[in-house]
């Protein structure tokens, strides 16, 4: 049981390059989740999937795109990087809203991104 | 839209004193409120999670209280260790979204 695991661990894009991030969970979970971290701000939500075949924006989804074409593996790619997308990237997923586990998040180790 | 306060932003005590992390919340209507460790380029690592329907979890030396009514949430680590080192984040559960606070830095003196 691996838990939830991203690929890659670190990378260096130019300005414009694109590149997608790979979440995969193993734990049957319904909802997947992409956050960006930025020093001193937190975690912010990028997008969201409460399902197969489904996504949604979150707080600050503008350059990115996702896609969850199996229920196990969540994609966000970077279609043109910019400089300000150089930040670390976390994966989460959790059980469905109603479950008896609390709907608690479990996180990936991370993608480091730095975009020159 | 929720807003999560961490005061402070960071925490230096003596090895052996209990640490009080404070996490303020704008909207009181959270399905619930988790705790997360987080080490210095690493993941993050759920400590405590909270039902909006109860007032406190407790884990070993740690504890964390609910207010939803104040919008508040505390967690309280008992007798700190330098392991014990590291940034904790609270986040507040809205409509399928999780809301950070920027995070207390804590750092235990030996």
């Known amino acids: 049981n691996a838990g939830v695991t991203q690929t890659p661990k670190f990378r260096v894009l130019k300005t414009g390059q694109s590149m997608t991030l790979l979440c995969a969970q193993d734990m049957n979970h319904e909802y997947m989740y992409w956050y960006r971290q930025d020093p001193g701000m937190g975690l912010r939500l990028i997008h969201y999937s409460v399902g197969e075949g489904t996504t949604a924006k979150g707080e600050v989804p503008d350059g990115y795109n996702v896609s969850r074409l199996k229920k196990q593996n969540f994609l966000l790619g970077l279609e043109s990087a910019a400089p300000s997308q150089t930040s670390v990237y976390f994966c989460?997923?959790?059980?469905?809203?109603?479950?008896?586990?609390?709907?608690?998040?479990?996180f990936g180790p991370g993608t480091r991104l730095t975009v020159t | 839209k929720q807003e999560v306060t961490q005061i402070p932003a960071a925490l230096s005590v003596p090895e052996g004193e209990n640490l009080v992390l404070n996490c303020s919340f704008t909207d009181s209507a959270i399905y619930n409120l988790q705790w997360f460790r987080q080490d210095p380029g690493k993941g993050l690592t759920s400590l405590l999670l909270i039902q909006s329907s109860q007032r406190e979890q407790t884990s070993g030396r740690l504890n964390a209280s609910l207010d939803k009514s104040s919008g508040r949430s505390t967690l309280y680590i008992a007798a700190s260790q330098p392991g014990d080192s590291a940034t904790y984040l609270c986040?507040?559960?809205?409509?399928?979204?999780?809301?950070f606070g920027a995070g207390t830095t804590v750092t235990v003196r030996a």
């Open positions: 986040a507040a559960l809205n409509d399928y979204k999780l809301s």
């Open positions: 989460a997923s959790s059980y469905s809203l109603g479950e008896p586990t609390g709907y608690e998040q479990y």
